[in-house]
């Protein structure tokens, strides 16, 4: 095997010589070195992928067969003790028929769809701003960013005295531009207003994320492209519908992709402002869920419902990696 | 006049076989899967939903696995 007789070579003179490499490799004791030495690249790669391999095993493997296991039994988490039973697909057709599950999923439908097309939209344009390179556009940059550096709890608690209908500063905003008075509405006591209060907010704090996506798009164009289109005299609308877009595009949904896969699980924020009410008006499935799970305690239908909800994302994500590579492609 | 080596016929493998058409199939059952689960319309359309995701998801990811 040559490589290790070079390796011994490298090895030899190293020992030879006097530096301080030397001396440390003297110092290691020399069962150790040579068991190491011993180790193929194969295993070594091997031993340091394993405790990644059964780190994600443990977290994310298990948990996911264990609870399609739960969901075809009877299992409660109140009742550890009382015998386990399979139900076979019980669980799942009752899910499956429930006419406030069904209602949960539209409420969830509305939210993600139009958190997404805002937050596409205002971050799209926001990036394309950004990358005009304006005097102080990186001290802009960071002051859009921090919304997204908020953590959820902070930014749920301050958005309910925002909201407060007496002291809080967007009805003020909303009266000062309209004329309506400001403890006329409740932003998170109305059944029409209380969704677009989520919206609002999550909005505001992920915007800036769609931001940065696309601004790395942008940023990834080259200039000469521009310089091209300018010398075949191509308008600046042109130059966006022809270079920037399409170019940018794979980057956009990216970004989509991962805001879509996150607001499906939205729990937080839905919790703190308005906890799925008033009435179920905002309940989200993930409140459905958490509800049949842990005050119901049916473990066994809040399982199944994860499970529904695991496939409907993991078909959905299917579906737009496809897309994404055909872009790719282009 | 030159002679001309015969070139065998490529066989074309069965539909079901094929990667694009099958792709296209399964990727339309998961998105009419999608549409079933969080449409305001009709119970029975969430009630089957699911069967429509899972089957879609399953032939796409046989399916994927198919040489071009």
């Known amino acids: ?330 | 006049m030159t002679a001309q080596t015969p070139v065998p016929s490529k066989q074309k493998r069965p539909f079901f076989l094929r990667r694009g058409p099958m792709e296209n199939i399964a990727t339309g059952l998961i998105g009419l899967g999608f549409l079933m689960l969080f449409q305001p319309f009709l119970l029975i359309f969430y009630t089957w939903s699911l069967v429509t995701l899972l089957a879609g998801t399953l032939i796409f990811i046989i399916v994927s696995k198919f040489p071009e």
């Open chain 1, 1 to 330: 095997m040559p490589k290790f007789r070079k390796e011994t070579q490298v090895t030899s003179v190293t020992d030879t010589s006097s530096s301080l490499l030397g001396k440390a490799a003297n110092a290691t004791p020399a069962p150790i070195a040579s068991r190491i030495r011993g180790i193929s690249d194969r295993s070594m790669a091997w031993l340091f992928i394993t405790p990644a391999i059964v780190l994600l095993l443990a977290i994310n493997i298990f948990p996911l067969i264990w609870a399609i296991y739960l969901s075809f039994t009877n299992f409660r988490a109140n009742r550890p003790n009382a015998p386990i039973e399979g139900v076979g697909l019980s669980n799942y057709s009752r899910v499956l028929n429930d006419p406030n599950i069904w209602q949960a999923m539209q409420t969830t439908a509305h939210f993600v769809f139009w958190t997404i097309l805002l937050q596409t939209l205002i971050g799209f344009s926001l990036a394309y701003l950004i990358d005009r390179k304006f005097r102080g556009h990186a001290f802009w940059t960071t002051v859009i960013l921090v919304p997204m550096m908020l953590s959820p709890a902070v930014v749920g608690n301050f958005w309910r005295f925002l909201y407060q209908p007496q002291i809080g500063l967007f009805n003020y905003i909303v009266s000062f531009i309209t004329g309506v008075p400001p403890s006329s509405f409740e932003m998170l006591g109305s059944v029409q207003l209380s969704p677009w209060a989520i919206i609002i907010v999550d909005t505001w704090m992920w915007t800036p994320y769609v931001m940065l996506i696309c601004l790395a798009g942008l940023r990834s164009i080259p200039d000469y492209i521009y310089e091209a289109a300018e010398v075949d005299r191509a308008s600046l609308w042109r130059q966006f519908w022809s270079i920037t877009l399409p170019m940018a595009l794979p980057f956009i949904m990216l970004a989509v992709l991962f805001r879509g896969i996150e607001n499906f699980k939205m729990f937080d924020m839905v919790t703190l402002l308005t906890g799925g009410g008033p009435g179920s008006t905002t309940e989200v499935a993930s409140i459905t869920l958490k509800r049949e799970a842990f005050e119901s305690w049916r473990t066994g239908r809040a399982s199944a419902f994860a499970i529904i909800l695991f496939v409907a994302v993991f078909g959905l994500a299917n579906i737009y990696v496809k897309a994404l590579n055909k872009v790719k492609q282009r």
